[in-house]
Every structure is written in C-alpha cells, then in structure tokens.
C-alpha cells in the first residue's frame, strides 16, 4: 500500500498570503495518479486537482498543482476566506488511499 | 443535476448488520466506476470499496469479507451491505463516483453527502 504523508499538519495564514501544502508519497505514485481535495466542516470531499496538475470543473485558477514521483505540492496562490479549510491528497494509480490532511486556518 | 444522496446509516451494535444505498441521478451508475469512501470522526478519509463498470468489486483490506458493494441498474442506485460491525467501522461513509468512466484509475469527482454509521452497545 501506498503511504501519503502531508506536510505540515496545520498551516496558519492570513488572507491574500500563498499556502504551499506538500505530499509525500511512499513508493512513485503511477503515472502522476495524485489528487487534492478540499474538505470543510459538515461537508463532503470537493475536488480541486486530478493528475498532480489539472484542476477540476469550476476550481479557480489560484488553485496549483505540481508533482511527480513521490513528491508534490499544492499551491493557493493567494488565499481567500473561503480557502480555510482541511485539503487531502490521494493516490489513484495502487488501489486508493488519502493522506492524513493539512489544515488550512487563519491567523 | 449530477447528484448523489446516500441513505440508510444509523446506530447498530457490533457484529450487526447494515446497508448503505446511494441514489444516483443526472448520470448513469452503471456506466461508471463507483466507490465507498469513509471518515471516521475527526479523522481522514479512507477508501472502502469499489465496483467498476463492467461489474467487478475491490475492497480494502479493513473491510474485506465483511462489506458487500453492489448496485441495481434499474434504480441507478449503489449499495453496501456492511455486516459483522465493529466499532472501528463508526463513520460518515460517502459514495463518490469516479472522473471518467473509461478509466479504471481516476479522481473521485462527484460525492454524496454522507451518511453516519455508528456501531455501539
């Protein structure tokens, strides 16, 4: 099984600051499979990024995927308030698993 | 609207038995690759199950000879018949449909609400 750690558990920001969420993967994540999620509170799972870079139907482009291998990152350019929340990454290309989480929250 | 709305979950005791169902609507379940997600309380997520869509069925090894996915084509609604209960099987369990329904290995795009199961005396 594939193990994703993300890093850093909890990232305090003020809006308009960029976050920079990473995700480590245990052996090469096949063919870029790597997705980010968001999650608020009370809320299912939203997608933002599929295949380490593309980002999904109606992400706003501050959103960034990048990646490969067993290292990627997810970039919020600027962040908005309604970015505050806990993003997860997930491998796709050895059977499925989801990383641990960053949470995301203001300053 | 694409849309998915799970019912059915709800307090049971361990070793107990329960069934999730997954109504589907503005796309057909049958002709996509569909999943079983759960997220224990304050926890992360964590895949449970799938069916492709010419029918075959994966599970994670937690689940495995426990939980049962299924679906009826003619209700366009997914199931998963959960039995032999523990408490470590206390969740909100969401389906969620994978990105393309060509490709066995893609992103879960869209995802229902959830529904929680807790299992308990």
């Known amino acids: 099984e594939i193990v994703l750690t993300q890093s850093p558990g909890t990232l305090s920001l003020s809006p308009g600051e960029r976050a920079t969420l990473s995700c480590r993967a245990s052996q090469s994540v096949s063919s870029s499979y790597l997705a980010w999620y968001q999650q608020k509170p009370g809320q299912a799972p939203r997608l933002l990024i599929y295949g380490a870079s593309s980002r999904a139907t109606g992400i706003p482009d501050r959103f960034s995927g990048s990646g490969s291998g067993t290292d990627f990152t997810l970039t919020i350019s600027r962040l908005e308030p309604e970015d505050f929340a806990v993003y997860y990454c997930q491998q796709y290309g050895n059977s499925r698993t989801f990383g641990q989480g960053t949470k995301v929250e203001i300053k | 609207e694409v849309q998915l709305v799970e019912s059915g979950g709800g307090l049971v005791q361990p070793g107990g038995s329960l069934r999730l169902s997954c109504a589907a609507s503005?796309?057909?379940?049958?002709?996509?690759?569909m999943s079983w997600v759960r997220q224990a309380p304050g926890k992360g997520l964590e895949w449970v199950s799938v069916?492709?869509?010419?029918?075959?069925?994966y599970y994670a090894d937690s689940v495995k000879g426990r939980f049962t996915i299924s679906r009826d084509n003619s209700k366009n609604t997914l199931y998963l018949q959960m039995n032999s209960l523990r408490a470590e099987d206390t969740a909100v369990y969401y389906c969620?449909?994978?990105?393309?329904?060509?490709?066995?290995?893609?992103?879960?795009?869209?995802w229902g609400q959830g529904t929680m199961v807790t299992v308990s005396s």
């Open positions: 503005g796309f057909t379940v049958s002709s996509n690759y």
């Open positions: 069916i492709h869509s010419g029918g075959s069925t």
């Open positions: 969620a449909r994978q990105r393309d329904g060509f490709n066995v290995w893609d992103a879960f795009d869209i």
